[in-house]
């Protein structure tokens, strides 16, 4: 890894600073009177920048998790009304409930702004973008129970109640960019596996917009156990693949790689938009938007910068995303894939292997000792054979996302075509869901306790180990 850039120490200064506050608070007068000493101490002009963005950035992240920490309604804990809701996402089934993000704007007529989680009865749960009426009961989220603490969870979301919903109406849809959003996200999930049902068209969606609520337990398991589980989080590779495709269109349209590239950003917008704010989603996304970008303004930037970047935007708009599972396993496996990917390959250069194989299973490889001592740390399992699983499946996921994606697209002008996309599509489906679940057959395939803490540890070595013989080779 080359030296780094001034960008990178001001981008990973400011990073530091958002993800400092949750240690302890900043306040705005301690922020301005820490610029003063570090003026004295820090001459070059690098090292005041960073002191002072890092400064800035605890400042702002601590009033963004002040923010955050601000509800009205815990003093209402115990206390039933009526109120008027706008679901923000889709509900979540459970084993007994069905349980649903929502912003309460009115509480027994007082007006309000505040985020909650909605407990409705199974099979009853309005669509998202809703406004509801409702009928509720204000209750404290459950503690730590089973190995899982909803309240902290909830806490870190900005959502500090949960309301029993006891009955409900549709009183109208929510508009502006949240509606645009409900309409993207409605559009894909009908147009996107046209004429697939069941397993084949669960599978589709959760893929493509990050949903694993219409799999079945026996498959959810199976994708945790073989290590295949991400591909149900939108990641870089759906962004990639659908900007590619949109400057692919732009050429082949003769419309030049310029329109090509604002195409990209359109695509890339609505995208985000129908998929939801996850972590996964907005590094992938700001790091798309900035190549795009970068093309148009001529400035082409480096992939570090644009990580860092994800990351900034990411923990500036909310700084507890870093305890965030998902934030910690997108960023780990896309460093291992900067740091140990190159080098991976070409170890493997001297293996009799088809060339195009080499980079999926170096990939692979970096992700999974990158992520093994974190899959450790937040859910205490360890898949063994995610490098096998995700040889296996990698590259039947390529077309997956672009025969759905390419089904979407036609269906408005071509139902038939797409009808045809999507059977296609189904059998790609089906091949990911047998990989799963082989590769979840296999004795030991995911180990917990002290076989997934020495596995935990067995992958830290391993990337240690592999991050010395590149500085060797580097020397």
């Known amino acids: 890894m080359r030296r780094p850039l001034p960008a990178h120490v001001v981008a990973a200064a400011c990073a530091a600073g958002l993800a400092l506050a949750n240690a302890e608070r900043l306040h705005a007068a301690l922020a301005a009177a820490g610029c003063v000493p570090l003026a004295a101490v820090a001459p070059r002009r690098l090292w005041l920048a960073a002191g002072i963005v890092l400064l800035a950035g605890w400042w702002w992240g601590s009033v963004r998790l002040d923010a955050l920490d601000h509800s009205v309604l815990t003093a209402r804990i115990g206390t039933a009304g009526d109120g008027v809701a706008v679901t923000t996402a889709e509900a979540r089934p ?42 509720a009961v204000v209750e404290a989220p459950h503690g730590p129970a089973n190995g899982f603490d909803e309240r902290t969870w909830l806490h870190r979301q900005g959502v500090h109640v949960v309301l029993q919903v006891d009955r409900w109406r549709i009183v109208g849809r929510r508009g502006g960019l949240g509606g645009l959003a409900d309409r993207l996200r409605a559009w894909l999930r009908r147009s996107s596996s046209p004429g697939l049902t069941g397993e084949r068209r669960a599978l589709v969606e959760g893929v493509l917009l990050g949903d694993d609520g219409g799999l079945s337990a026996n498959l959810q398991t199976a994708f945790r156990r073989s290590g295949l589980y991400h591909l149900l989080a ?73 990580l860092l970047l994800a990351a900034v935007v990411l923990l500036a708009w909310n700084p507890y995303t870093v305890f965030d599972a998902g934030f910690q396993l997108s960023f780990a496996a896309v460093v291992a894939i900067f740091v140990l990917g190159p080098p991976l390959t070409r170890a493997l250069e001297g293996y009799p292997l088809p060339a195009r194989l080499r980079p999926v299973i170096a990939i692979s490889a970096a ?74 057959a296999i004795p030991a395939a995911q180990v917990s306790g002290g076989a997934a803490a020495l596995a935990a540890a067995g992958a830290l070595a391993a990337a240690g180990v592999a991050l010395r013989r590149l500085r060797t080779a580097r020397g």
């Open 94 to 135: 459970g084993t007994f409930v069905e349980r649903q993000f929502a912003r309460l704007r009115r509480f027994d007529g007082d007006p309000l702004d505040e985020r909650v989680e909605l407990e409705l009865p199974l099979g009853r749960a309005p669509p998202q973008g809703a406004v509801v009426r409702l009928l």
């Open 367 to 440: 992700c999974t000792l990158a992520t093994a001592p974190l899959l450790w740390l937040q859910f205490g399992r360890v898949p063994l054979y995610g490098l096998l699983a995700n040889a296996l499946v990698e590259p039947a996921v390529g077309p997956l996302l672009g025969l759905a994606f390419a089904a979407a697209a036609v269906d408005p002008v071509s139902p038939s075509l797409a009808a045809l996309l999507g059977w296609a599509n189904g059998w790609v489906a089906v091949y990911v869901a047998a990989c799963a679940r082989l590769v979840a």
């Open 234 to 306: 939108v990641s870089g590779q759906n962004v990639v693949l659908l900007a590619t495709g949109m400057v692919g269109l732009a050429l082949a349209l003769g419309l030049g790689r310029a329109w090509g590239h604002v195409g990209a950003l359109l695509a890339i917008g609505g995208y985000t938009l129908a998929v939801g704010p996850q972590p996964s989603v907005i590094r992938a996304a700001v790091a798309g938007a900035a190549v795009s970008v970068a093309w148009l303004a001529g400035r082409l930037k480096d992939s570090w910068h644009v």
